[in-house]
């Protein structure tokens, strides 16, 4: 009787299944890289507008008055609304502004960023 050399049916159908299995993981993994990078992209776009909302409001000649505002930008292709809360402090020569910004259309806050401007 002649042996044979090679695999048998259930040995290849085994390492199909093994293989899937992988390749099922790595591409679950580069999904969730994926989402990340967006996610993280826009959080950093959300702290650029915020950051040019706050120097705004430096650069401005006028004293903020206290109170809350909203208005929207544009930046890396996509719209940005943001809200600023102008607030009085101990010390009557400074006001802290906060600044939040979310996606236009979604009421999720990618960034949030607080300063203090001091009496022109």
């Known amino acids: ?3 044979s050399r090679g695999f048998t049916l259930i040995e290849i159908l085994a390492a199909v299944a093994v293989l899937a299995i992988a390749l099922a ?13 967006s996610y993280i992209r826009q959080k950093t776009i959300a702290l650029w507008v915020a950051h040019n909302r706050l120097s705004e409001i430096k650069m401005a ?7 809350t505002s909203n208005g929207k930008a544009e930046m890396a292709g996509q719209n940005w609304k943001w809200t600023e809360t102008v607030q009085t402090t ?4 400074l006001r802290r502004v906060d600044v939040t910004v979310q996606l236009d259309g979604s009421e999720a806050t990618l960034a949030a960023l607080s300063g203090f401007i001091g009496k022109p």
């Open 90 to 93: 101990a010390d009557d020569q």
């Open 61 to 67: 000649t006028g004293w903020p008055d206290t109170g």
């Open 25 to 37: 993981a790595i591409l679950s993994g580069m999904a969730r890289y994926a989402d990340n990078a």
């Open 1 to 3: 009787m002649k042996s």
